[in-house]
């Protein structure tokens, strides 16, 4: 989708997805260390539809978990996934990273 600007583009976004999903991920801990359940659905949808778009399905499986116990007003359930999403989030990181790296070494 990003055509010949995907070497230029693509680290960026790669950068900006995961800045956001630490930042994403601290929130959902917050929400359920709060007991907020409203901002556990939104903050795991966000997450959620940012790692579909980079192909991190186990993460963005794991985040749809999370959003549906949210979305049931409750937070009771949400560590266990959020461990989950912890482990999920390194390996995309991983991943992510790699590409990357990739990207910036292509002349």
Same mark, same amino acid.
Not at 13 to 29: G, S, V
Not at 32 to 53: F, G, I, M
Not at 99 to 104: A, S
């Given at each position: %989708?990003?055509?010949?600007?995907?070497?230029? %583009?693509?680290?960026?976004?790669? /950068?900006?997805? $995961?800045?956001?999903?630490?930042? $994403?991920?601290?929130?959902?801990?917050?929400?359920? &260390? &709060?007991?907020?359940? /409203?901002?556990?659905?939104? *903050?795991?949808?966000?997450? @959620? +539809?940012?790692?579909?778009?980079?192909?991190? *399905? #186990?993460?963005? +499986? #794991?985040?749809?978990? $999370?959003?549906?116990?949210?979305?049931?007003?409750?937070?009771?359930?949400?560590?266990?996934? $959020?461990?989950?999403? &912890? @482990?999920?989030? #390194?390996?995309? @990181? *991983?991943?992510?990273?790699?590409?990357?790296?990739? %990207? @910036? &070494?292509?002349?």
């Amino acid at each position: %989708m990003l055509g010949t600007q995907a070497g230029e %583009m693509l680290p960026m976004l790669i /950068d900006t997805f $995961l800045e956001e999903a630490d930042q $994403l991920q601290q929130d959902a801990c917050w929400a359920v &260390e &709060e007991n907020h359940p /409203d901002v556990l659905r939104r *903050t795991a949808h966000t997450l @959620k +539809s940012n790692a579909a778009n980079f192909g991190a *399905t #186990a993460l963005a +499986s #794991a985040c749809l978990e $999370l959003e549906n116990v949210g979305r049931k007003d409750t937070v009771d359930g949400a560590t266990g996934l $959020l461990v989950q999403i &912890e @482990k999920d989030l #390194a390996q995309a @990181k *991983t991943a992510l990273l790699a590409v990357r790296k990739q %990207m @910036k &070494e292509r002349p």
